[in-house]
């Protein structure tokens, strides 16, 4: 069953089938990711129960401004963020390098390798934000960049206390060795946006997620910090 803007027509079409659950399947709204709470909304109102993470998480974690304040509060580390509206209201010591990011949209939305840049004044980290509004889903803000490696944790939820699944690391097989984990500073993080912008160089297929309990090179304190980390995040969706 197909979700769209036509609500009145989902509802009418949920109602007819009424089905004792629903797989959520949405990733978003006719090509709008902020959207993306909307069908677990109308399922909460309708009392029809739904896999996945329930609509006001699906909400917070659209936004990566809400999220981010969710983490500040939780005390987790988080880099530092800028708004287009911080930017205008104060001025800015900045330390960058600095990658701009669509606000709601995912799955590398908008990115590519000049998506991360130093810059030398709020006003110019503005302009470059401006720029990139558009093309970013209209909503963007700049992050401090972090080389380094990425993992991916999911939670399952229980009547008791939730579950941490094993961490999966993003691999990139077979890459040049600069562009590999250990290779020259700044070039790690940035191998994903290559995948995307330059398919005849590199494939996505070379992009896998290993899984492991205890993945080669990690130490049983990052993993444990990683599982903390996950598990103070509370609801959170994971991606």
């Keep these: 069953m197909a979700f769209s803007m036509d609500t009145k027509g989902f509802l009418k079409e949920i ?9 959520n399947l949405v990733e978003s709204v006719e090509g709008h990711g902020r959207l993306i ?27 990566k401004i809400l999220t981010k304040k969710i983490l500040e509060g939780a005390a987790i580390a988080t880099p530092p963020y800028y708004s287009p509206g911080d930017l205008k209201a104060k001025g800015i010591s ?8 669509s ?16 810059v030398k004044s709020s006003g110019q980290l503005l302009a470059e934000m ?3 509004r558009d093309p970013l889903g209209g909503d963007c803000f700049a992050e401090q960049f972090i080389d380094g490696r990425e993992f991916n944790l ?24 600069e562009m590999e984990s250990g290779g020259i500073p700044g070039q790690v993080g940035r191998v994903v946006l290559r995948v995307f ?42 991606g």
Excluded: N
Excluded at 160 to 173: G, K, S
């Design 15 to 23: 109602k007819e089938a009424y089905p004792q659950l629903v797989f």
């Design 37 to 63: 709470h909307f069908p677990a909304s109308i399922l909460d109102l309708l009392s029809i129960p739904y896999t996945g993470a329930p609509a006001d998480a699906l909400y917070l974690t659209s936004s």
């Design 94 to 101: 900045l330390k960058g390098p600095y990658i701009i990011k």
């Design 103 to 118: 606000v709601w949209e995912h799955a590398s939305v908008g990115l590519e390798e000049s998506s991360v840049l130093s």
């Design 130 to 132: 401006e720029k990139r």
């Design 154 to 177: 999911s939670c399952l939820a229980s009547q008791e206390d939730p579950e941490v699944l094993p961490p999966a690391e993003m691999r990139f097989i077979d890459y040049p060795p």
């Design 197 to 238: 912008t330059h398919p005849a160089e590199f494939r996505v297929s070379q992009v896998r997620e290993a899984l492991a309990a205890k993945p080669d090179g990690h130490s049983e304190e990052m993993l444990a910090s990683l599982r903390f980390a996950r598990l103070r995040s509370g609801g959170f969706q994971s």
